[in-house]
């Protein structure tokens, strides 16, 4: 199946996407409609699941996964870990790390919540948390990040793509530079994955859920360790999983297992897990560069359509790699809460965020499968 045919084949694209029966869903940066092969995915490992052991049912699909997730991320599977919501994931990394007196970590305060309080919480340990300066909501620039960094900065934790403007992290950039310097990156990567490319060769810890662009399940994810640092990150969480124990006989000393293995204390989100080898599947065989066309060519569309109806788009005119496939808007006096509703009522999904000092924003972020006529129809009702 490829782009081209489901964009040009409306009853295929229904089937695959049953969301698009009766509503316009442009609410891809929030949580996702779940496509028809993912859901049966789930829902087979599910009935499976009433024929015997669970677990020997889908068992053969880790392996699966890992190397789905290893594809999208460009790495070795034995770095992909299935560890489930990007919050965890993220807590995994600020909490398994061994900081120094007198280290410092970047972060952007107006990021997610999920990419804010595990990095906060280690000013408890001593850890200075440094909150970057930027021009404007979401934009982070690879020169902020350079000039923000010191001698004593050993990480920097940032997110591909800014949840509410819609900026992207040249994370490329930042990467480089970080790794020049010994400074370690960590990359909240759920608003690109799936929608960008989003690979690792320059980033040294990342996470990503797969309710959003990937187009799966809640609290089903990725966590990716550089293989030099799996050693170096202790997971703050012992289980019968990641931790050897011969026959499941617990040992006197306790030893993590290596790889991947080793960010995964108990048993897997079975059901969760066959979606996302699913969603992912569906993702690389529509192709990640298609994708990322496709949301640009919308987003292309989209900005002056806004604003020849008098509505102010953040990041409107952004550098082609910092687009992403939202686009959030607002007017003076408008009042967007009301605005969302109305489009709610008419079977439009978008979204509503607000921002640190209350001022309102409509978020679109339409996926590949959205149409042309659709954004239309949005467009009439604004």
């Not at 070795?76 to 061994?98: C, I, R």
């Not at 202790?234 to 991947?260: C, D, L, M, T």
């Not at 990041?315 to 082609?320: D, L, T, V, Y």
């Amino acid at each position: 199946m490829t782009l081209n045919d489901i964009l040009t084949n409306e009853e295929l694209r229904q089937h695959e996407f049953p969301v698009a029966k009766n509503k316009i869903f442009l609410g891809h940066a929030g949580v996702c409609a779940l496509p028809r092969r993912v859901a049966q995915a789930m829902s087979d490992c599910a009935h499976g699941g009433t024929l015997g052991d669970q677990e020997a049912f889908v068992m053969h699909r880790i392996a699966e996964t890992r190397q789905a997730g290893a594809k999208l991320l460009n790495c070795s599977p034995d770095e992909v870990s299935l560890v489930g919501p990007t919050s965890l994931a993220l807590s995994f990394v600020a909490a398994g790390l061994n900081f120094r007196k007198g280290d410092n970590i970047l972060i952007y305060h107006d990021d997610y919540p999920s990419n804010v309080y595990p990095w906060m919480a280690l000013a408890e340990k001593g850890v200075k948390v440094r909150l970057l300066n930027t021009r404007g909501l979401g934009v982070i620039r690879a020169i902020d990040v350079m000039g923000q960094v010191d001698e004593n900065t050993r990480l920097v934790a940032l997110a591909s793509n800014h949840f509410i403007s819609g900026y992207r992290l040249d994370h490329v950039a930042v990467g480089k530079f970080l790794r020049e310097r010994g400074i370690l990156f960590c990359l909240d990567a759920i608003q690109t994955l799936g929608a960008f490319p989003t690979t690792v060769e320059n980033v040294d810890f990342l996470a990503a859920d797969a309710h959003k662009w990937l187009l799966g399940p809640c609290g089903a994810g990725l966590l990716y360790v550089k293989k030099d640092l799996q050693e170096k990150l202790n997971p703050p969480i012992y289980g019968w999983h990641n931790v050897r124990n011969p026959n499941f006989v617990a040992q006197e000393k306790i030893e993590f297992r290596s790889g991947a293995a080793k960010f995964e204390a108990g048993t897997h989100n079975l059901v969760g897990l066959v979606g996302l080898l699913a969603a992912m599947d569906l993702t690389l065989e529509i192709g990640v560069d298609n994708i990322a066309a496709e949301l640009l060519r919308k987003r292309a569309w989209l900005v002056p359509a806004l604003q020849a109806k008098g509505y102010t788009v953040l990041n409107a005119e952004p550098k082609p790699e910092n687009v992403s496939g939202i686009t959030a808007f607002f007017a003076p006096g408008k009042n967007l809460a009301e605005l969302n509703q109305k489009l709610a009522d008419a079977g439009i999904i978008a979204s509503l965020r607000t921002d640190r000092k209350g001022q309102n924003y409509l978020r679109l972020s339409p996926h590949f499968y959205n149409t042309d006529a659709e954004l239309h129809r949005v467009l009439e009702l604004l």
